[in-house]
């Protein structure tokens, strides 16, 4: 697998790890438990700064060079297209739901619920279907020539959470993953 590819895979591997955190709010939320809402916003946040503004811009990137140059209206590639325009205003949704929690606005617990649950499904299935379709096959049709001008396009940026130095608005977030 080509270097950018691996680096976009080793991103969903840490999204996974961040849904299962809010996945276990969830749980504690639905069964009526006292949960850690500043650490969901945490995850919340983190999702908005990397995922939704780093890393679809460079998958993006790659799907529209696949599509120009090797001319397959690809169904998964624009359907992940239009789901990378949509998780943005998804994501501050999460967000906001979780803001409001924990500044005592009101809000029904089954609503918060429904929100942080229909955030992990929609972004499961979406990595999904990269994993299994997309990145594979681009995998197989991409080149090095193809690779090349692809990286000379794309952002380069560290992982404030993942990369090699953690940046100190995710230390909490950090060590809560590290004790799962």
């Known amino acids: 697998m080509q270097a950018i590819l691996e680096k976009l895979h080793n991103d969903h591997i840490n999204f996974d790890r961040l849904l299962g955190i809010l996945e276990g709010q969830l749980r504690l939320l639905e069964d009526g438990e006292v949960s850690d809402l500043g650490t969901a916003l ?11 503004y780093v890393h679809h811009p460079i998958e993006n990137t790659i799907f529209n060079h696949f599509l120009t140059h090797y001319g397959q209206a690809h169904e998964h590639i624009h359907d992940l297209l239009l789901e990378h325009d949509d998780m943005p ?15 005592g606005f009101p809000q029904e617990r089954e609503e918060l619920c429904a929100i942080l649950g229909e955030y992990i499904s929609i972004q499961r299935k979406h990595i999904d279907r990269e994993e299994a379709y997309v990145y594979p096959m681009i995998n197989a049709k991409f080149n090095e020539k193809d690779w090349q001008q692809v990286d000379r396009v794309i952002d380069k940026v560290e992982d404030p959470l993942f990369g090699k130095d953690v940046h100190e608005s995710y230390q909490r977030l950090f060590a809560q993953i590290m004790n799962q």
């Not at 945490?42 to 939704?52: F, G, H, L, S």
């Not at 205003?89 to 500044?103: I, K, M, P, V």
């Open 89 to 103: 205003q998804l994501t501050d949704r999460l967000f906001e739901a979780l803001q409001n929690a924990l500044a």
């Open 42 to 52: 945490d995850a919340a946040r983190y999702m908005k700064e990397y995922p939704d």
